[in-house]
């Protein structure tokens, strides 16, 4: 095998070896079509705008949300939905911070055709970014990065209760 190729053999490994921590955490949301459609307070307003929306009335933490994730597409991530595993529902209704293991909740970017996941392992929040066909698409930094959800989820501890942000809105 000549010089190159080693090279490109090393560097094909180290990329697959680092991307171990662009990985989502939650596994993949399976059947996520049949969960439960929640009408929350950003589903109200129906969208995640553009860079140029006068967000300024909204309270701080949706200023950033919008803030992040308006340059991910032209116009803005549009559409959303938020999405919860019936298994949870109640406890997502409850807002206590107390979710089942595994794959939880759901933001679902419908323009995209990504889901933003919440999961829990060991009653610890954890997150996932991936397309509709299941495609893990979490980013090794960046506003599709674990970290970067989690530094919001968390930060907003009057907001948010262990990573759920979001309230059933009537
Ligand atoms: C800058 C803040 C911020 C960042 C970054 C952020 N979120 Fe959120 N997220 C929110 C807010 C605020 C809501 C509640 C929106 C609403 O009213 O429904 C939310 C809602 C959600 C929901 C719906 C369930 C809930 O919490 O009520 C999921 C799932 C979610 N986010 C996952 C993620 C994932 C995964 C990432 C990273 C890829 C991420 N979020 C990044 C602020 C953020």
Redesign the pocket.
Known sequence: MGKIKLAILALGIFFSASSAYAASEVAFPEGWQKWNSIS????KIGALPGCDADVSTLPQ??Q??V???CGVRKGGPGKVA?LVNPAVKSA?AARTGKLADGPA???HLKDMKVL???GYKGGKAQ???YGEDGKDI?AASG????D??R???TGYTS??AN?????V?K
């Not at 929350?40 to 589903?43: A, D, F, G, R, V």
């Not at 990573?163 to 309230?167: A, R, S």
């Open positions: 929350t307070t950003l589903t933490i949706y950033e949300t803030a992040t994730y938020v997502y909740m759901i933001l933003f996941v919440t997150y996932g970014v979490a506003p599709l990065n674990a970067t959800c530094t919001c989820h907001f948010c990573g759920q942000c979001g309230k809105s």
